[in-house]
């Protein structure tokens, strides 16, 4: 693949994101129509670029537009 097609992608990525928020690689390629190993070449042209986040939850990997904030309680 090339990287015009890698950066269409990464724009495609990131329109769903903003509609959605957040989502699964899995679930991602599907509303793309693309192959998971497609839609992980674009997630990760835009986590390079500090556009999204990318997090693993139990086995599945988690894309969203917003860093998730971790609070920490104590007593």
Do not use: C
């Amino acid at each position: 693949m090339y990287k015009t097609e890698i950066g269409t992608n990464a724009g495609k990525v990131w329109r769903i994101l903003k509609e959605t928020r957040e989502i699964t690689l899995q679930d991602l390629a599907g509303k793309l129509e693309l192959s998971v190993e497609d839609t992980a070449l674009a997630v990760g042209w835009l986590a390079r670029e500090n556009n999204i986040f990318i997090q693993k939850k139990d086995s599945t990997f988690w894309v969203s537009d917003e860093e998730e904030d971790i609070m920490f309680k104590f007593g």
